[in-house]
């Protein structure tokens, strides 16, 4: 359950990052200026990294990320908002 979380959220957090630099935001994050609003790689990158999770044993770490993941999506969903509203604005 966590795995399907996890992925889904990245995908979301994609869509929602993709819509936000079509209304006018700009991405800082250097990681993700050239994939970040890509929904596939987003979640091909999700799905890696849970594999890795998993080869280390390490899947607890999930559920911190999932509660990390929303407060992302929830954070750029504002974000949008406000530029939708105001014009542009650094994401």
Known sequence: MPVA???TLNIIDA????TALAL???????????TGS????KGLIAIA???????FAKEKVLWPLNFA????VLWNLVIC?????NGSIIL
């Open 24 to 34: 006018g935001a700009v991405e800082l994050n250097p990681l993700m200026t050239s």
């Open 38 to 41: 890509s929904m596939i790689i």
């Open 81 to 85: 908002w406000i530029v939708a509203l």
């Open 5 to 7: 979380i996890f992925v």
């Open 15 to 18: 869509y929602v990052t993709k």
């Open 69 to 72: 993941l929303v407060g992302i």
């Open 49 to 55: 990294l849970v594999f890795i999770l998993y080869c």
